[in-house]
């Protein structure tokens, strides 16, 4: 009974902007998973999201999957002396108690393959991703336009944004 007076609450909160979605599994707290929509023809598609460990022993998110696409692997990018390098991370990311790890754009992020269908905007799609120890959650990837971010992650309108590139 509560949570529904509490979620009450946050949507009375958050009405206007796009609900951020958030997901549990054990001592995990998987916060607004999204996706950027992509270009007709793309095999290719990127998902991010914020994990937070409330738990007192670490865990890896170690992989995912999604309907959408055929492979959905965990990537790291990263700039080394002004060349941007993108490689798998088949270990994973590991969380550590009490820390929030954000798989965000120039970071680590999924990397969402053999796309099956476009990723479209405004047509959320279903992903699962697999923890070390706390096991698989089924999450909802939201999607933004080509190049955008998700209203929560920012108060300003997108226009109002400067892109650093």
Known sequence: MKTSILFACI???T???????EFKAG???IDQPWSRATPKGAKVGAGYLTIKNTGTTPDRLVSGTSPVAG???IHEMSMD???MKMRPVPEGVEIKPGETVELKPNSFHF???DLKQPIVRGKPF????TFEKAGAVDV???????GGTPAAASAAPAHEQEHHH
């Open 11 to 13: 949507l009375s909160l």
């Open 15 to 21: 009405a206007g902007a796009a609900v951020a979605q």
């Open 27 to 29: 001592s995990l707290e």
């Open 71 to 73: 492979k959905f692997e």
């Open 81 to 83: 002396k002004g060349v």
């Open 111 to 113: 990397m969402i393959m």
């Open 126 to 129: 279903k992903g699962s991703l």
């Open 140 to 146: 909802d990837f939201a999607v933004e336009a080509i």
